[in-house]
């Protein structure tokens, strides 16, 4: 932690555990491999690691500990290997990420995961995907997409919060388009933020459970 001129981490194969902040402040770390030992990567481990631009995930080493690791990372990529299922809290908030591509194994996505990742233009939101987590995408100004499948059952109130980060203004719409019918859960967590702004929710002609013209709160069309 806060070891300032560390620059590279190679690190053995059998390795196990990574604990909470082991790298948090390295500002000046570029390379850095996580082994397909690895069972469990804690929280904070690489925040603030400014240098770090890319990283592979291995099967599968994400858990509940493992909110907040790339916060204010200078992550551009991020590679996410099959057999991973939980994509945790805050997982690359304020990172400079522009593509997510998650394997077909992840069935949740937690409060967060992908909040205020400013440079982030597409994601790809795997078949078998089944809960998407409260403001899972807050604070986007350059997504204008997100294609739910239809395997998704469980959606928290707001996790497409299109509000903008901080200090700019969005003048974009998101178009969140569902594969299938509407979620069997639509959690509504009593926020009071004005939900229609900038997001439409699109859905399949004779999908089931969608209300036109609003549903829950945001305006729909057909797509």
């Given at each position: 932690?806060?070891?300032?001129?560390?620059?590279?981490?190679?690190?053995?194969e059998?390795?196990?555990?990574?604990?909470?902040?082991a790298?948090?402040?390295?500002?000046?770390?570029?390379?850095?491999?996580?082994?397909?030992?690895?069972?469990?990567?804690?929280?904070?481990?690489?925040v603030?690691?400014?240098?770090?631009?890319?990283?592979?995930?291995?099967?599968?080493?994400?858990?509940?500990?493992?909110t907040?690791?790339?916060?204010?990372?200078?992550?551009?990529?991020?590679?996410?290997?099959?057999?991973?299922?939980?994509?945790?809290?805050?997982?690359?908030?304020?990172?400079?990420?522009?593509?997510?591509?998650?394997?077909?194994?992840?069935?949740?996505?937690?409060?967060?995961?992908?909040?205020?990742?400013?440079?982030?233009?597409?994601?790809?939101?795997?078949?078998?995907l089944?809960?998407?987590?409260?403001?899972a995408?807050?604070?986007?100004?350059?997504?204008?997409?997100?294609?739910?499948?239809?395997?998704?059952?469980?959606?928290?109130?707001?996790?497409?919060?299109?509000?903008a980060?901080?200090?700019?203004?969005?003048?974009?719409?998101?178009?969140?388009?569902?594969?299938?019918?509407?979620?069997?859960?639509?959690?509504?967590?009593g926020?009071?933020?004005?939900?229609?702004?900038?997001?439409?929710?699109c859905?399949?002609?004779?999908?089931?459970g969608?209300?036109?013209?609003?549903?829950?709160?945001?305006?729909?069309?057909?797509?």
């Amino acid at each position: 932690m806060n070891c300032s001129a560390l620059r590279k981490a190679v690190l053995n194969e059998g390795l196990k555990e990574i604990g909470s902040s082991a790298f948090e402040g390295c500002e000046s770390l570029s390379d850095v491999n996580l082994p397909d030992s690895l069972e469990n990567l804690y929280f904070y481990a690489f925040v603030g690691c400014k240098a770090l631009k890319s990283i592979n995930i291995p099967t599968d080493c994400l858990g509940n500990g493992s909110t907040s690791l790339f916060i204010s990372s200078g992550l551009e990529s991020i590679t996410l290997n099959e057999g991973i299922t939980f994509i945790p809290g805050n997982f690359i908030s304020y990172t400079n990420v522009t593509e997510v591509i998650l394997p077909s194994t992840v069935k949740t996505i937690d409060a967060y995961a992908f909040s205020m990742c400013h440079k982030l233009k597409s994601i790809t939101l795997n078949e078998g995907l089944e809960c998407i987590g409260y403001r899972a995408f807050i604070g986007q100004n350059n997504l204008t997409e997100i294609v739910i499948p239809k395997t998704v059952k469980v959606v928290q109130d707001t996790a497409f919060d299109s509000s903008a980060p901080d200090g700019e203004t969005r003048e974009q719409t998101i178009k969140v388009k569902f594969e299938g019918n509407a979620p069997e859960q639509f959690i509504d967590n009593g926020t009071t933020i004005e939900k229609n702004v900038h997001i439409t929710i699109c859905y399949h002609d004779g999908a089931k459970g969608f209300t036109y013209p609003e549903w829950n709160g945001y305006p729909t069309e057909i797509w």
